[in-house]
């Protein structure tokens, strides 16, 4: 599992191939008797806004943490564990991969807030407009989906902090 992680981090462009041809399965399955080859479609066209959004954070991240992606992965890989880097360069770096990334979830719980109405709305929406099937399978989708992003954005946020406090901690030693 671990290979597969790092080859996705690595590799921006297979992150998106299966997020494209997983959404295009879920809209098959809520929507069934479409071509699946016109869904494909449409949905890599209608994600090019999301990938511009993605590539753009990825390269703020890559700059935060030295500039390769290589090093972004390996720290990105030390925040997941909790390993505070050794080496001062590394730390530095890491320092400024957790300060940009604490900076761009800064409003992540209004987001989740607002992310949580927008879905109730569509639901209700899914729910006046289309058939029982749709309803329920988009309903059971979006709970897994919030349920997904508030526990896994807070853990995120928890190491986040974690790692900041452990930095500034040994920074703190290193002066006295």
Not at 136 to 165: A, D, E, K, P
Request: proline content about 2%; aromatic content about 4%; glycine content about 8%.
């Amino acid at each position: 599992m671990q290979r597969i992680n790092t080859y996705l981090a690595k590799h921006l462009w297979a992150q998106m191939l299966l997020s494209v041809l997983a959404a295009s399965v879920l809209i098959m399955l809520l929507f069934p008797g479409r071509s699946f080859l016109l869904v494909v479609v449409r949905t890599a066209v209608m994600s090019v806004g999301g990938i511009a959004v993605i590539a753009a954070a990825r390269r703020k991240e890559k700059r935060a943490s030295g500039g390769s992606t290589d090093r972004m992965v390996a720290l990105d890989r030390k925040l997941r564990k909790g390993d505070v880097p050794s080496d001062p360069q590394e730390r530095e770096a890491m320092r400024g991969l957790v300060e940009q990334r604490l900076h761009r979830t800064r409003h992540r719980v209004l987001a989740q807030v607002g992310l949580t109405v927008l879905v109730g709305a569509v639901i209700a929406a899914t729910a006046l407009t289309a058939g029982p099937q749709q309803t329920v399978g988009f309903t059971v989708l979006s709970v897994v989906f919030l349920g997904w992003c508030i526990l896994y954005g807070n853990r995120q946020h928890r190491r986040l902090h974690s790692m900041r406090r452990a930095l500034s901690a040994d920074m703190a030693d290193q002066r006295h």
